[in-house]
């Protein structure tokens, strides 16, 4: 019984890594939305292709669509490109964040 309290502290202590780094809401390595570039997409559909396209072009790692009157949160992600779509689903305007 004495050689299992023994244990106990070596045990735990092996149970609580804490990781190096540990992640950052709203930033994946490798990743910062910039909109130089994005500018060709203004007035085109937004369809997931499209969306794929934009991401590519930003080097964002999320993809946030915004349709007409529906509301978004205001929490500022430096790896996510929100699209901008008007009523016929066309592509109004793209920032990030």
């Known amino acids: ?3 299992t309290f023994a244990l106990a502290p070596a045990l ?3 149970c609580s ?3 190096a780094d540990p992640p950052i809401h709203g930033v ?10 994005t500018a ?6 937004g369809t997931s292709e499209m969306g ?14 915004a349709p007409p009157n529906v509301m978004l949160t205001m929490d500022y992600r430096e790896d996510r ?4 779509l008007d009523r016929a689903n066309k592509i109004t305007e793209i920032r990030c964040g």
């Open 1 to 3: 019984m004495r050689k």
């Open 12 to 14: 735990l202590a092996a």
């Open 17 to 19: 890594t804490v990781p």
């Open 28 to 37: 994946t390595p490798g990743h910062k939305c910039e909109t130089d570039g």
């Open 40 to 45: 060709q997409f203004i007035g085109k559909p």
């Open 52 to 65: 794929a396209e934009v991401m590519r072009a930003s080097h964002a790692a999320v993809l946030r669509w």
């Open 81 to 84: 490109v929100t699209v901008h």
